[in-house]
């Protein structure tokens, strides 16, 4: 198994740009994720999605979208970058139990730097 | 709402001496826990988890924690810390005000474990 995996690894925007950060998972788990994280906050919450065709915002979903059209993708697209966008971008997965959610399991992340 | 707060930016420790490093929490239900550590530049690597049972976790590398409901604590520990334990360490909750499983993160704890 590759796990989660993320391309690209590094990307430079410039402002108003657009670009979409690729996130697969090939451990057939039902829940994936979006964090950003910025140097010194910890992990932010984007967006989320508990199976193919659903999806719902996490704490700081503006200025993103995503999609999941099927278990294994759940792509994060930026429209109009900002430097405020700045960060490193983490995808993570995890398998449902009767209980809820497991373990998230995260990928390498993509690190964006927009200018 | 449910916060976790990592009171210490840096720990520092010589090797070979035990380690600790802090977090609290604060949630509605029952907590779910979890301790991650992140490398340099690479993704988020669990270690280990508490969602019931024994107050004391055992998890990956020889890590632990130990959760104190009195105290809304979940320390991580090492009895013997080693220089490749250098890194920057998360602590995280799990959202249960819906069944998402969304994590929210402490802000991070970085070790330094000098020779």
């Known amino acids: 198994n590759a796990g989660v995996t993320q391309t690209p690894k590094f990307r430079i925007l410039k402002i108003g740009q657009s670009m979409t950060l690729q996130c697969t998972q090939d451990?057939?788990?039902?829940?994936m994720y979006w964090y950003r994280q910025d140097p010194g906050m910890g992990l932010k919450l984007i967006y989320y999605s508990v199976g193919a065709g659903i999806t719902d915002k996490g704490e700081v979903p503006n200025g993103y979208n995503v999609s999941r059209s099927t278990t294994e993708d759940f792509p994060l697209r930026l429209e109009l970058a900002a430097p405020s966008q700045t960060s490193v971008y983490f995808c993570?997965?995890?398998?449902?139990?009767?209980?809820?959610?497991?373990?998230?399991?995260f990928g390498p992340g993509t690190r964006l730097t927009v200018l | 709402a449910q916060s976790v707060a990592q009171p210490e930016d840096q720990v520092n420790v010589a090797e070979g001496n035990p380690l600790t490093v802090k977090c609290t929490y604060s949630?509605?239900?029952?907590?779910?826990l979890f301790w991650y550590v992140q490398y340099p530049n690479r993704g988020l690597q669990f270690l280990l988890k508490?969602?019931?049972?024994?107050?004391l976790v055992k998890g990956s590398y020889g890590f632990e924690a130990e959760f104190n409901k009195s105290q809304t604590s979940f320390h991580l520990k090492k009895p013997s810390a080693l220089v490749s334990d250098s890194a920057l360490y998360f602590c995280?909750?799990?959202?249960?005000?819906?069944?998402?499983?969304?994590?929210?993160f402490g802000q991070g704890t970085t070790l330094q474990v000098k020779p």
């Open positions: 993570a997965s995890s398998r449902g139990l009767a209980g809820g959610p497991d373990t998230q399991y």
């Open positions: 508490y969602i019931t049972g024994d107050n």
């Open positions: 451990m057939n788990h039902n829940y």
């Open positions: 949630v509605s239900g029952n907590p779910y």
């Open positions: 995280a909750v799990r959202d249960d005000s819906s069944n998402t499983g969304k994590l929210i």
